[in-house]
């Protein structure tokens, strides 16, 4: 019993070998160079750029303060979880362990927060009057 896939012949595209589309040189083509795009620069109103300054900071330091919130209970929950498979009553036992470790992550995360203001409001011809509003 012959097969029927045999008797087929294959198309002409398999007969012939690809070529690599980056061998062949073209000549008399244009070359385009793209230039690259410029910055996008933020606009003001007059008088209130330090006031908006300063809310980028502090939205990006509040962002900082849930991040922390985040990394930390993350932490915590890591930490109970392997505790809890280590040893009966783990996770109880190893609660303090786990809560100061978790409560060092925030910590280390929150720390950097008041650098997100500062940045902001040290920058621009209102600044000193912001600063003295802020910090007295």
Do not use: C
């Not at 896939?5 to 980056?22: D, I, L, M």
């Not at 795009?37 to 908006?52: A, D, P, V, W």
């Amino acid at each position: 019993m012959a097969k029927e896939h045999e008797n087929v012949s294959p198309g002409p595209a398999a007969s012939t070998p690809p070529t690599p589309a980056a061998s062949k040189i073209r000549l008399g083509t244009p070359v385009i160079y793209e230039s690259e795009k410029k910055k996008e620069k933020r606009r003001y109103s007059k008088g209130l750029k330090g006031l908006q300054t300063l809310e980028r900071g502090v939205s990006r330091a509040t962002e900082r303060l849930a991040e922390s919130l985040h990394g930390g209970m993350s932490r915590y929950r890591k930490e109970s979880r392997k505790s809890s498979f280590k040893k009966r009553d783990g996770a109880l036992r190893d609660a303090p362990r786990n809560w100061t470790r978790a409560a060092g992550k925030s910590v280390r995360i929150a720390s950097k927060a008041p650098v997100d203001v500062v940045k902001r409001v040290s920058l621009g011809q209102a600044a000193k009057g912001i600063r003295r509003v802020l910090f007295g």
